[in-house]
């Protein structure tokens, strides 16, 4: 049984891990020279319903790189506007050691490698086609899974953005993104907000040198500072171009929000340099990422693949998709949970057995339906769902879905006859 994983960020690796437990020979396809896509700028975890998502992934014995970002978490446990308990992996340090973990759960890696086409025997993809450095490559498998992302190209960010402002996806260095849904023949779904198309990111990272002593301090021990912002300094109408749906709220756009994530992670899609230089502290502000954080942010959203509750995609037979392809989900927890199902139903569909549906009395079934469904409206087609605010978090308290109680969400589990599935 071989598997081939096409995008290493987390939905891939999750999706690499879960089917290498399933007995499969995996090969993990990654464009750049790191794995972890966006998931090199993000860090923040289990804030809100992402406790629960993570906990009854655990249960289901899908939580290996929950763990392995809650050991690697410079903060657990903290508030700040809108989210509790969030813990915030160490962005400089996580992807070594994921990629560590990988090879030695027995998935082979393949950095360096861009998949610019498919090879197609009737409904299925027999091979993927690209170049590793300028070599060409040709890779045979039984089952593939899509976890491209929907980042860019430079192309996209300069029609629907702000253009290209060097984000660490690097499209210019390693080439734009190529998903494999649509070189397959599929029609790809794209996000659209009235007249926006895509989604702005919506966060950056300062350098933590370049900022006051005393917010250095206070974001080294407390992993949050809140600056307020005079009403002349705020940006009107940023929250409304947001990727992160989640941080839409007003404490965002009245005060200057930064978590410690090993960088000092500025909670706005961008902000102007002279401006931000002008409040307190941040005098001496320089981006991290993305370099011109002063302009824009990268546009996400922009190719998911049509696919079921099992995560396969429609009209490929032997083609699955994660996170960020497989629709308006937004987050690292959300990529791993999608990843993991994909996964393990790429093996199942191998065996030939049925492809696992989680129940939607768990919040992570629920999120997979219900983005699919919401995602044939127009008006569902302008939102982002996240276990971690805004419209899904929304429907999982009315749902009596969230929960922190660690031994109520096993119970749960237990009782949709889950527990530990992936690990089986
Ligand atoms: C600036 C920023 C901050 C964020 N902060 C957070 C946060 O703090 N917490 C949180 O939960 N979420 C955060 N998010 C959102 C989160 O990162 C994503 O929703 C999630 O990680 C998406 O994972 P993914 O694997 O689906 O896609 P991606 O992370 O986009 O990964 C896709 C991968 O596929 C590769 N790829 C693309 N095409 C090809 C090809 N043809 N061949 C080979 N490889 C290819 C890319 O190089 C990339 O590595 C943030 C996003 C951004 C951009």
Same mark, same amino acid.
């Given at each position: 049984?071989?598997?081939?994983?096409?995008?290493?960020?987390?939905?891939?690796?999750?999706?690499?891990?879960?089917?290498?437990?399933?007995?499969?020979?995996?090969?993990?396809?990654?464009?750049?020279?790191?794995?972890?896509?966006?998931?090199?700028?993000?860090?923040?975890?289990?804030?809100?319903?992402?406790?629960?998502?993570?906990?009854?992934?655990?249960?289901?014995?899908?939580?290996? @790189?929950?763990? @392995?970002?809650?050991?690697?978490?410079?903060?657990?446990?903290?508030?700040?506007?809108?989210?509790?308990?969030?813990?915030?992996?160490?962005?400089?340090?996580?992807?070594?050691?994921?990629?560590?973990? @990988?090879?030695?759960?027995?998935?082979?890696?393949?950095?360096?490698?861009?998949?610019?086409?498919?090879?197609?025997?009737?409904?299925?993809?027999?091979?993927?086609?690209?170049?590793?450095?300028?070599?060409?490559?040709?890779?045979?498998?039984?089952?593939?899974?899509?976890?491209?992302?929907?980042?860019?190209?430079?192309?996209?960010?300069?029609?629907?953005?702000?253009?290209?402002?060097?984000?660490?996806?690097?499209?210019?260095?390693?080439?734009?993104?190529?998903?494999?849904?649509?070189?397959?023949?599929?029609?790809?779904?794209?996000?659209?907000?009235?007249?926006?198309?895509?989604?702005?990111?919506?966060?950056?990272?300062?350098?933590?040198?370049?900022?006051?002593?005393?917010?250095?301090?206070?974001?080294?021990?407390?992993?949050?500072?809140?600056?307020?912002?005079?009403?002349?300094?705020?940006?009107?109408?940023?929250?409304?171009?947001?990727?992160?749906?989640?941080?839409?709220?007003?404490?965002?756009?009245?005060?200057?929000?930064?978590?410690?994530?090993?960088?000092?992670?500025?909670?706005?899609?961008?902000?102007?340099?002279?401006? @931000?230089?002008?409040?307190?502290?941040?005098?001496?502000?320089?981006?991290?990422?993305?370099?011109?954080?002063?302009?824009?942010?990268?546009?996400?959203?922009?190719?998911?693949?049509?696919?079921?509750?099992?995560?396969?995609?429609?009209?490929?037979?032997?083609?699955?998709?994660?996170?960020?392809?497989?629709?308006?989900?937004?987050?690292?927890?959300?990529?791993?949970?999608?990843?993991?199902?994909?996964?393990?139903?790429?093996?199942?569909?191998?065996?030939?057995?049925?492809?696992?549906?989680?129940?939607?009395?768990?919040?992570?079934?629920?999120?997979?339906?219900?983005?699919?469904?919401?995602?044939?409206?127009?008006?569902?087609?302008?939102?982002?769902?996240?276990?971690?605010?805004?419209?899904?978090?929304?429907?999982?308290?009315?749902?009596?879905?969230?929960?922190?109680?660690?031994?109520?969400?096993?119970?749960?589990?237990?009782?949709?006859?889950?527990?530990?599935?992936?690990?089986?």
């Amino acid at each position: 049984m071989k598997v081939i994983v096409v995008g290493g960020g987390w939905a891939g690796c999750a999706a690499s891990l879960a089917a290498c437990k399933q007995g499969a020979e995996v090969l993990l396809i990654e464009r750049t020279d790191m794995l972890l896509g966006t998931g090199l700028v993000g860090g923040i975890m289990r804030n809100n319903g992402r406790f629960t998502a993570a906990e009854e992934m655990i249960a289901m014995g899908g939580g290996d @790189l929950f763990r @392995l970002t809650d050991q690697n978490s410079l903060h657990r446990n903290i508030d700040f506007p809108g989210h509790r308990h969030a813990s915030l992996y160490n962005v400089a340090t996580m992807e070594p050691i994921l990629k560590n973990f @990988l090879l030695l759960s027995g998935v082979a890696v393949k950095p360096s490698t861009r998949i610019t086409d498919v090879e197609m025997q009737a409904d299925r993809i027999k091979a993927v086609i690209g170049k590793c450095n300028k070599e060409e490559v040709h890779f045979e498998a039984d089952a593939f899974i899509d976890t491209t992302g929907t980042a860019g190209p430079p192309a996209n960010c300069n029609k629907y953005g702000n253009g290209c402002v060097m984000c660490v996806l690097r499209c210019h260095s390693f080439g734009g993104r190529v998903g494999l849904a649509a070189k397959a023949g599929v029609k790809e779904i794209v996000g659209q907000k009235g007249p926006q198309t895509g989604a702005m990111s919506g966060s950056c990272k300062l350098l933590k040198e370049s900022l006051s002593a005393d917010i250095v301090r206070e974001l080294n021990r407390d992993g949050v500072v809140v600056v307020p912002l005079p009403e002349s300094g705020r940006l009107a109408g940023k929250l409304a171009i947001k990727a992160c749906q989640q941080y839409a709220i007003a404490e965002f756009e009245k005060n200057i929000v930064l978590l410690n994530t090993g960088h000092a992670k500025l909670m706005s899609p961008f902000f102007p340099l002279e401006a @931000l230089r002008k409040i307190p502290g941040f005098e001496h502000a320089r981006y991290e990422d993305p370099y011109a954080g002063g302009l824009g942010n990268s546009v996400r959203y922009l190719g998911m693949a049509p696919r079921d509750d099992g995560l396969q995609v429609e009209g490929v037979a032997n083609l699955f998709c994660a996170g960020e392809k497989a629709g308006l989900l937004v987050g690292h927890t959300e990529a791993i949970c999608t990843g993991t199902l994909a996964g393990y139903n790429a093996v199942r569909s191998i065996r030939r057995e049925p492809l696992l549906v989680i129940s939607d009395s768990l919040a992570v079934g629920d999120a997979v339906s219900q983005v699919r469904l919401r995602m044939k409206t127009s008006e569902g087609l302008g939102l982002k769902y996240t276990f971690s605010g805004s419209v899904f978090f929304d429907r999982m308290l009315e749902r009596k879905l969230y929960s922190t109680d660690v031994q109520q969400i096993e119970k749960r589990v237990e009782a949709a006859g889950l527990a530990g599935v992936f690990a089986q």
